[in-house]
């Protein structure tokens, strides 16, 4: 059941191979912007409520995730691959949610070591060890960012607003544009005229948070610069990911979400986003009040 179950979700390697070498057109565009609706419904929803309505929508990323990472790094012993990571990280999301992200890390840290201790090899260590933390350490952050305050739900906001914009201009940006390849290696259609595109987009959309919020005239363009930080960071985290599949051999994390592939696919930028603004407010300056202003 498993092996068919897997059949059903992830494209095969064969398949992978043909995707990678054709271009993108744009046909999957209805399917995408269709599926991206739903999805930032279901995510704009969880970050109002927060709370439990959040962890659900976490934790369900979660399950998704955990397969996903399973079925690329270990399609021999899925099964096993899969509930280590699943244990992990939804442990990890379930603490956050209670406000004990320490804990959550720390029972993070314990399934990540139990489930490396099942591969016989040095790459297989840091495959599962870095799959682990890849999915469930961003889910916890991202709880952990949303529970702050004064300012946890305006964080959460900008994330969406410039990740968003980053995502959408750098695929129009390349799409219409084209020109010289990023790193055909790694992902043949990423262009830097998207690169470009997006990172200008994110530090637009971080201008008009500034705007949102209500911050000082003074504080616009650290705004401005935030965006461009973030949105280029959530770039990389998309290439980032290319990387992964093509280390793994896919063309796609899943065929869970229409037009997109998988949910690692979909929140890839996301993903890399969380963990730079969560390592900031974590061990940057004391207080950054002063950026959310007088909030939503």
């Known amino acids: 059941m498993s092996a068919a179950l897997g059949d059903l979700i992830l494209p095969s390697r064969d398949e992978a191979s043909t995707g990678q070498r ?4 744009w046909s999957d565009l209805g399917a995408r912007i269709a599926s991206s609706l739903v999805l930032a419904t279901v995510g704009l929803a969880g970050a109002y409520f927060g709370g439990p309505w959040l962890a659900a929508v976490c934790g369900a990323a979660v399950v998704a995730m955990s397969y996903e990472w399973a079925r690329m790094s270990e399609p021999e012993a899925t099964q ?8 992990g990280s939804l442990g990890a999301v379930l603490f956050s949610s209670w406000r004990h ?5 720390a029972w993070l840290a314990v399934c990540l070591i139990l489930s490396a201790l099942r591969r016989r090899t040095l790459t297989g260590v840091i495959e599962t060890v870095g799959g682990a933390l890849y999915i469930g350490l961003p889910c916890a952050l991202f709880l952990w960012l949303r529970n702050r305050e004064p300012d946890g739900l305006e964080t959460i906001v900008a994330l969406f607003a410039i990740i968003w914009a980053s995502d959408v201009f750098a695929y129009f940006g390349g799409k219409l544009i084209g020109g010289p390849k990023v790193a055909v290696g790694l992902s043949p259609n990423k262009t830097w005229s998207g690169i470009v595109s997006g990172a200008l987009a994110g530090a637009l959309a971080g201008y008009g948070c500034g705007y949102l919020f209500q911050v000082p005239a003074s504080l ?5 610069s935030i965006g461009l930080v973030v949105g280029f960071t959530g770039l990389m985290g998309d290439l980032f990911e290319s990387f992964l599949k093509r280390r793994f051999g896919v063309k796609d994390a899943s065929r869970l979400i229409p037009g997109h592939g998988g949910v690692l696919d979909r929140i890839d930028s996301l993903i890399a986003a969380t ?4 390592a900031v407010l974590a061990f940057g300056p004391p207080s950054l009040s002063p950026l959310f202003g007088a909030g939503l």
């Open 22 to 25: 054709e271009g993108h057109d």
């Open 80 to 87: 096993a691959a899969f509930v280590f990571a699943l244990a």
């Open 101 to 105: 992200l320490d804990y959550g890390v």
């Open 220 to 224: 616009h363009l650290a705004w401005l």
């Open 275 to 278: 963990i730079l603004v969560g």
